[in-house]
T-cell receptor
Framework: GQNIDQPTEMTATEGAIVQINCTYQTSGFNGLFWYQQHAGEAPTFLSYNVLDGLEEKGRFSSFLSRSKGYSYLLLKELQMKDSASYLCAVRDPGTYKYIFGTGTRLKVLA | EAGVVQSPRYKIIEKKQPVAFWCNPISGHNTLYWYLQNLGQGPELLIRYENEEAVDDSQLPKDRFSAERLKGVDSTLKIQPAELGDSAVYLC?????????????FGPGTRLTVL
């Protein structure tokens, strides 16, 4: 079966660091993606991991451990505009189908 | 570069009525996806096209939903007849084809309300 788990909601303070976890059990793996989605808007691409390790892109970093079926998105120096839902998605190697988690709603407080 | 365009942005219809959504992908993107997203949930794939071929429509409720991408560019998604449970946001996304295609670009979506 295909299953992706993320926390439903998280709260953090402006200027802080937050880590959003994602665990997955899928029949295949061809990359893990993180998307940001502000309320009422389309998801936008944040990061892509296909090999184990940390990918850093500005204030955002994403980590992958394929053996553990685990990823996290790390957001540093939080800003109010980072309040959004963060979607974890796994791509199937045979079909190139993206399987999305339910998303983690992050609230950044002043 | 223009993004993925969808129309309409909002649609309110009564149950049992038909409805259609239109998507224009990013130029040069051969792969097109239609997703359904319910409130508080992640997108769920309805259908994926490679050029004009529907390569994955296993999640499309074919009794009432249909889609086409006749010339391998624009696509339409139709529901006939609509049911109350079809109220959701319908997202279109596109990407380049191939193993190097790592990013999907999403359109703004069509928010459908069925009364």
């Amino acid at each position: 079966g295909q299953n992706i788990d993320q926390p439903t909601e998280m709260t953090a303070t402006e200027g802080a660091i937050v880590q959003i976890n994602c665990t997955y059990q899928t029949s295949g793996f061809n990359g893990l993606f993180w998307y940001q989605q502000h309320a009422g808007e389309a998801p936008t691409f944040l990061s892509y991991n296909v090999l184990d390790g940390l990918e850093e892109k500005g204030r955002f970093s994403s980590f992958l451990s394929r053996s553990k079926g685990y990823s996290y998105l790390l957001l540093k120096e939080l800003q109010m505009k980072d309040s959004a839902s963060y979607l974890c998605a796994v791509r199937d190697p045979g079909t190139y189908k993206y399987i999305f988690g339910t998303g983690t709603r992050l609230k950044v407080l002043a | 570069e223009a993004g993925v365009v969808q129309s309409p942005r909002y649609k309110i219809i009564e149950k049992k009525q038909p409805v259609a959504f239109w998507c224009n992908p990013i130029s040069g993107h051969n792969t097109l996806y239609w997703y359904l997203q319910n409130l508080g949930q992640g997108p769920e794939l309805l259908i994926r096209y490679e050029n004009e071929e529907a390569v994955d429509d296993s999640q499309l409720p074919k009794d009432r939903f249909s889609a086409e991408r006749l010339k391998g560019v624009d696509s339409t998604l139709k529901i006939q007849p609509a049911e109350l449970g079809d109220s959701a946001v319908y997202l279109c996304a596109s990407s380049r084809t191939g193993t190097g295609a790592n990013e999907q670009f999403f359109g703004p979506g069509t928010r459908l309300t069925v009364l």
